[in-house]
């Protein structure tokens, strides 16, 4: 089956053995898993052990771009940030925008998991879909647009391919940001708390790949329609995600749009893709 909107495996980081581990996903797995949200809530159930505290060492942190980030279109680079929440003790989503979910994908991965924790401050750096790990006590200190910026200058990168924490995150303020590029910033429920817990200042994301549209002809004629429509509308409000992103998905993947529009209900309790639509 050929491989559109997603590479096939998923990166656990290990920052306490300082290991890495990719995982292959099945394809029906992303028809079920498709991205964000639902990717990182299926890896917190199934690799959080029962009971363990949001900022504990075996607490996952999970980076999750959709299956439409990393196309060359505006709007669809978004990404997910998803950990236990150390204010509330339940999953938590962070949706932030920016480049970086496009850049993530160019690594060849779509999504990282991180476990554990680094015995000093330190940074992710994947460079055409090869992790390694970085000292980050030079930059320890500095706010989240600082070593953005420190890293960018460092790497000969765009600061839009870095998610950094500042000194609230660093210092596990439940309040904490996770900040993309130049202020994107990943929000709310404590997911910075939960990097900085890690010892995690930064992931780094150098790639020149890319990701394969089924109809690339169709797809952009598509996404010019919505953004046409949306410039037109009289009273501005945006579009209903229900209605452009199933769409946009039709266009990546190889999917009957009228039976994925007719069929799929968006419930938060049971949020998959139903199979059949996709073969």
């Known amino acids: 089956m050929s491989k559109f909107g997603y590479h096939g495996q998923v990166l656990h980081v290990d920052l306490t053995r300082r290991a890495f581990k990719p995982e292959t996903m099945a394809p029906e797995w992303y028809r079920t898993y498709a991205g964000g949200e639902l990717m990182g809530a299926y890896f917190l159930l199934r690799d959080t052990k029962k009971g363990v ?18 196309y060359d279109a505006p709007g669809l680079a978004q990404f997910t940030v998803a950990a236990r929440s150390p204010i509330t003790r339940e999953i938590a989503f962070a949706q932030c925008e920016g480049a970086f979910g496009r850049f993530l994908k160019a690594c060849g991965y779509d999504a990282v998991i ?7 401050p330190a940074a992710l750096i994947i460079e055409d879909g090869v992790p390694r790990f970085a000292e980050a006590g030079w930059v320890w200190g500095n706010s989240a647009l600082e070593s953005a910026n420190l890293f960018a200058r460092a790497y ?3 600061r839009e391919a870095i998610v950094s924490l500042g000194q609230a995150g660093e210092n596990g303020a439940r309040f904490a940001a996770i900040v ?21 200042k930064a992931v780094v994301v150098i790639g020149t790949g890319g990701v394969k549209v089924n109809d690339i002809v169709n797809t952009t ?3 010019m329609e919505i953004m046409r429509e949306d410039c037109m509308l009289e009273d501005r409000e945006p579009l209903h995600w229900e209605k452009s992103w199933p769409q946009l998905v039709c266009g990546v993947e190889e999917i009957n749009p009228t039976a994925l529009n007719r069929t799929l209900t968006w419930d938060m309790q049971s949020m998959s893709l139903p199979l059949h639509l996709f073969t």
């Open 114 to 120: 991180f476990r554990g924790k680094a015995k000093t």
């Open 53 to 70: 505290d949001a900022l504990a060492e075996e607490s996952l942190l999970v980076f999750a771009p959709g299956i439409i980030a990393g």
């Open 180 to 200: 993309s590029g130049a202020g994107n910033q990943a929000a709310g429920m404590g997911v910075g708390a939960v990097m900085g817990s890690k010892n995690l």
């Open 156 to 158: 000969g990168l765009r």
């Open 221 to 223: 004629n598509r996404i």
